[in-house]
C-alpha cells in the first residue's frame, strides 16, 4: 500500500504541481531532551463523534474557498481515494475548494501579502508576521462551534493569538525529526551533531556531503537549540530569543557546517530523491518523508538536544473573498474524521484529541506514535521579534535572521 500510494502521488505531482504529499503514522523514538516552554495538561482523548455535517457559516455561501496550505494538508481523494475530506465538504457546502500549494513559510507571507486567498494553514514563523502586517482577520469563535474541541495545550497558543485575540483555528503539529538511512545508522543517531560537526559516520565514510538541512532562516532555531545544550555558557533560554552574542554564535556554527551540507531542502520529494540517488543518510525531516520513503531504508529519532517543530493555523485574510465558505472550512477542518485521517496521512498530530481514536487511518496508536506526548519538548516555530518573546527587547529580528542566513546559504 505504501509503495502503491507514493508512485501515485509522483505521477499526480508530476501533472499537476498543486497537491502533493503523503505521509502515515511515524516511527519517532521520544527525546531526553531540555525542556521547552511549560504547556498545558493534554486532555484525555475521547471518542469521535459519528458523524460530522458542515456547518452554517452564517450568510450564503459564496460558492469557492481559496486556500493556500503545506502540500498534503488538503487532499480531495485524487492523489489516493482513501484520503479524501474535501469532497464532502463541497457537496454539503457547494463551496469549491481550490489550492495554492506553498513550499515555504516565506512563500505563504509572500501569497498572503499578494491577496485573493481566504485562508492560509500558517505555521508559526508566518502566522506572527501575517498578525503584525495585518494580512489576516481576528477570528469570531462564535462561527466556529468545535472550538472547545480543540486541544486546549492549542487553543490559546502564542502563534495565533495576540493580546486575548485568535486569528487562527489549529489544524495539525508535529515535530522536526531527524531522519536516517538505517544501513548507515544501525542504532538512532543520539545527537544533532551528525549534521552539524564535521566527523566519520558509523560506516567509516565522512559525513560532508551526505547530510541535509533545512531550507529557510527559521533553520537557525535548530543550531540555537544545538548550542543552548552544548554551550550552556551562552545562556541560549528561548531559541527564538537570541541576543547579538548567542546569534553570532549560531550563524559561526551554521558557517560552519556550509561545507557539509548536500542540499538545503524544502521540497520533501527532492529530499527522498536525494537519499535514494544522491547518497544523504542524514537530515533534519518531516515525519511524512520518512513514512513514504521507498527504495532506501529510513527511520527517524529526536535527539538529546529537543527538537523544533510546527503548529499550523488556519487563518483567514484581512479581505478574505469567501468569507462564509472561509468559516465554513475553518469549522470542518475540526472535525475528528479529518484530523485523524490527515494525521494519518501526513505523519502529525490532530490538533482535536478526540481524533486520537476510532480512527482506521490513524489507528488508536497513531498519535501517541506521532508523538502527542511530546508536546512539551518541542520548541514550535516562531518568528522572533526585536521585543523577544518576553518583551524584554535586545533581541536579534527576523530579517537578520533571514540576511545571515542568505549569506550563509550563498558560500
Known sequence: MKKFAF?????????????????????????????????????????APAATEAPAAGGDFEGEVAIVAWAGYIENGSTDPA???????????SCKVTVKTAATSDEMVTLMNQGGYDLVTASGDASNRLIAG??????????????????????????????????????????????????????????????????????????AGRVQAYDGPIYLADAALYLK?????????NPYDLNQEQFDAVV?????????????????????DDFV???VVASGSWPFQVNFMDGVSVASTVPQEGATGWADSTMMHVDAPHPNCAYAWMEWSLNP???????????????????????EMLTDEGCAVNGFD??????????????????????????????????????
Not at 83 to 93: A, I, P
Request: glycine share 8%; net charge negative.
Open 7 to 47: 508512485n501515485l502521488l509522483v505521477l499526480f505531482v508530476l501533472a499537476s504541481f498543486v497537491l502533493s504529499a503523503c505521509g502515515g503514522a511515524a516511527t519517532t523514538e521520544a527525546p531526553a531532551a531540555t525542556e521547552a516552554p511549560a504547556a498545558t495538561e493534554a486532555p484525555a482523548a475521547t471518542e
Open 83 to 93: 484520503y479524501d475530506w474535501v469532497t464532502e465538504f463541497e457537496k454539503q457546502t
Open 134 to 207: 495585518g494580512k489576516v482577520q481576528e477570528i469570531d469563535l462564535g462561527r466556529i462551534p468545535s472550538w472547545d474541541s480543540v486541544d486546549e495545550r492549542l487553543q490559546d497558543a502564542p502563534w495565533h493569538t495576540v493580546d486575548g485575540k485568535h486569528y487562527g483555528v489549529p489544524y495539525q503539529w508535529g515535530p522536526n525529526v531527524l531522519m536516517y538511512n538505517t544501513e548507515v545508522f544501525s542504532e538512532a543517531p543520539t545527537s544533532w551533531d551528525v549534521t552539524f560537526v564535521e566527523m566519520n559516520l558509523p560506516d567509516g565514510a565522512t559525513n
Open 229 to 237: 545544550f552544548h554551550n550552556p555558557e551562552l545562556g541560549i533560554d
Open 252 to 272: 559561526a556554527l551554521l558557517t560552519a557546517q556550509r561545507p557539509l551540507i548536500n542540499r538545503y531542502w524544502h521540497d520533501a520529494f527532492v529530499q527522498m
Open 277 to 279: 540517488n544522491e547518497g
Open 337 to 359: 474524521k479529518l484530523q485523524g485521517d490527515l494525521a494519518g496521512w501526513f505523519g502529525s498530530v490532530p490538533a482535536v484529541p478526540a481524533a486520537c481514536t476510532g480512527n
Open 374 to 411: 511530546n508536546f512539551e519538548k518541542i520548541w514550535f516555530w516562531r518568528t522572533p521579534t526585536a521585543a523577544c518573546s518576553t518583551g524584554a527587547g535586545d533581541c536579534i529580528p527576523y530579517s537578520q535572521w533571514v540576511d545571515s542566513y542568505i549569506a550563509i546559504i550563498s558560500q
